[in-house]
């Protein structure tokens, strides 16, 4: 079975939660966290995304993502039974994967609770279930961003209406 693993394109349609990508005159509909959003609005030139491919009995559904970290961390959620796509899409709206993997690694339930659609029962079985995965991806990583960059926002703690904001636009 063929899938989708990456779209090189251009933007036509830009919304909350998703983006068409024209593709030598194809619109593909595809899925993005919020944190693709803002890159792909300021962008002039073509775009590429990597993409999850979803085929189901209705349909095929796409899920793009700007960097392909964000796609291994999309992926990885997919594995924890009770963690859909829509899910998924919401840690990553509210965590970056360097700061998902922080989460998941050290146990910080609580940042995984500031996910719209993430309880405590489902908080504590991502961070058993991917603990070793997160610890070892974390291992893999450089100690910090290079110099002269800034590291990444602070989780959805550092700024409580920013979760507000994801949870509205998420149940959009």
């Given at each position: 079975?063929?899938?989708i ?44 995304l ?82 070793a ?40």
């Amino acid at each position: 079975m063929a899938v989708i693993r990456r779209l090189r394109g251009r933007v036509e349609e830009l919304g909350w939660g998703h983006a068409v990508i024209d593709v030598g005159g194809v619109g593909y509909l595809v899925f993005i966290p919020l944190s693709a959003h803002a890159v792909l609005q300021a962008a002039r030139e073509p775009v590429v995304l990597h993409v999850h491919t979803r085929v189901r009995a209705d349909g095929v559904e796409l899920f793009g993502f700007v960097r392909p970290e964000e796609l291994e961390a999309f992926e990885l959620l997919l594995q924890v039974a009770g963690v859909g796509p829509k899910t998924a899409l919401a840690v990553l709206s509210t965590l970056a994967p360097d700061q998902l993997m922080e989460a998941l690694a050290e146990g910080r339930t609580e940042w995984l609770r500031r996910v719209p659609g993430v309880g405590p029962r489902l908080a504590e079985r991502l961070c058993v279930e991917l603990r070793a995965k997160a610890r070892e991806r974390l291992g893999s990583l450089s100690a910090g961003p290079p110099s002269g960059q800034a590291a990444g926002p602070e989780p959805a703690e550092a700024n409580p209406g920013y979760a507000d904001a994801v949870a509205a636009l998420v149940s959009l």
